[in-house]
């Protein structure tokens, strides 16, 4: 028998408009039961209040320097609670069309600098964009939500938005809370529009700290220089309506079979929202805020830090209906455990009839554009490790293609791609069978 396989299958769908939460496992790439410890809260302030204060000597001489571009704010640091660590935040207030600022160590922010100097692609933001195939409007029951205003195509692309605060994930839980606090408020207190960040947590109620509350309901996961982040998107983010809902800027509104998917570019800290399949001019525009393919019970129960009740299509279906699509999610997650171990227990065979039947299902619950690369992929993995290449280039051919038509691969489809992937599960997988 084949030696047991370090690589592993992937086993969740890329993209759906995720925050932060369910972000933050998709930072790890491919392919292993993630980790659902979650950084967030700061640490409580009780805590602090024992703690001495971290003597920062090169904090305290900031106040003399002038700001070093392209940063247009002296940074404001603290040390982490080992004292040796430190997180500052950065702020440029110029960039775009909010500002930008990013609490990060100081390594990250010389690596961060550089995006700044890449030309913002803003003509396509928010409300302001004139030929925006959608409008905000009042939704009986909801609050607001988007509309298209016209046919979207499939894959297109319907609003673009960068991130306007980024925050080290690790910052969260290494510095005090009373310090945190301070320099999340220097990082959006200076940006040029700090309503557009303040505005998205302001009712929630869910920390006693408003920036902590927009982080905890709005934040997405998204690297910097390789280092876990969270960021902050105003036009994208989602609201904060455990109380009350406080709209004040483009909200789409959550389904769990959204028409429309997130699509992240990190090089520029940009994230776009696309068409997950032809909408019609009137129908609302949605996207998903939880992971896609979950059963019903596991969708309420995620759906609660919101603080609503999901009554989309899928949820609003007949007990029946329900009951049929329940079995079918679970059925999907089981055979994907079982592929994922059958084919680390080197047994690939097995790994392919699995994932077959994965793909044989996921049509019926819609998931096939978001869930099916990955699954073409797997495909393409095993084929590779059993020197199958003509399979394993014809599933890394429909693999690509998802992620082309989702505007991961600009300009086609080449060998190049293929070349990559091929080296990638050489590395992953350390040879084949
Ligand atoms: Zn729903």
Redesign the pocket.
């Known amino acids: 028998m084949a030696a047991r396989r370090r690589g592993t299958l992937k086993v969740l769908g890329l993209t759906a408009l995720l925050p932060y939460l369910a972000q933050v496992v998709l930072a790890h790439g491919s392919l292993h039961k993630y980790s659902t410890t979650i950084p967030l809260p700061l640490r409580p302030l009780a805590l602090d209040v024992a703690c001495p204060l971290p003597v920062d000597d090169v904090a305290e001489a900031w106040p003399l320097q002038r700001p070093s571009p392209p940063w247009t704010h002296p940074p404001e640091c603290e040390h982490a609670m080992d004292r040796t660590t430190k997180y500052c935040a950065y702020i440029n207030s110029r960039h775009g069309s909010h500002g930008w600022s990013i609490v990060t160590s100081p390594e990250t922010a010389a690596d961060s600098a550089a995006l700044l100097s890449k030309p913002l692609n803003t003509s396509r933001l928010g409300e302001n964009w004139r030929d925006a195939p959608y409008k905000i409007v009042d939704m009986p029951g909801k609050g607001k939500g988007v509309v298209a205003t016209r046919a979207i195509k499939q894959h297109e692309e319907i609003l673009l938005d960068y991130a306007t605060v980024l925050v080290d994930i690790m910052f969260t839980t290494r510095v005090p809370a009373v310090l945190g606090y301070r320099l999340l408020h220097a990082a959006v207190d200076r940006l040029s529009d700090p309503a557009s960040i303040l505005d998205l947590g302001r009712s929630n109620g869910l920390a006693k700290d408003e920036i902590e509350n927009v982080l905890r309901t709005n934040a997405f996961n998204t690297p910097v220089g390789g280092v876990p982040h969270i960021a902050l998107y105003p036009t994208l983010s989602v609201r904060g309506c455990l109380f009350s809902c406080f709209v004040s800027v483009l909200g789409i509104n959550h389904?769990?079979k959204p028409n429309a998917y997130t699509r992240f570019i990190t090089e520029s800290l940009q994230v776009s929202v696309g068409a997950a399949r032809d909408i019609e001019a009137g129908e609302e525009i949605t996207n998903s805020y939880i992971p896609l393919g979950q059963p019903s019970a596991d969708?309420k129960q995620k759906l609660q830090r919101w603080g609503f009740t999901?009554r989309?299509s899928?949820?609003a279906a007949s007990p029946a209906e329900t009951a049929a699509s329940d079995t079918r999610r679970r059925e999907i997650e089981r055979l994907r455990d079982h592929a994922v171990r059958a084919f680390q227990g080197g047994q690939p065979y097995q790994a392919l009839r699995l994932t077959r039947q994965v793909l044989g299902l996921l049509p019926a619950e819609g998931l096939l554009h978001t869930h099916g690369g990955e699954q073409y992929e797997n495909m393409a993995r095993v084929f590779f490790v059993l020197r199958d290449m003509r399979n394993a280039e014809k599933y890394a051919n429909l693999s690509l293609g998802v992620l082309a038509e989702q505007g991961y691969i600009q300009g086609g489809v080449g060998g190049e791609h293929l070349e990559r992937m091929w080296k990638r599960f050489e590395e992953e997988e350390g040879g084949r069978y």
């Open positions: 389904a769990c969708r999901c989309c899928l949820c």
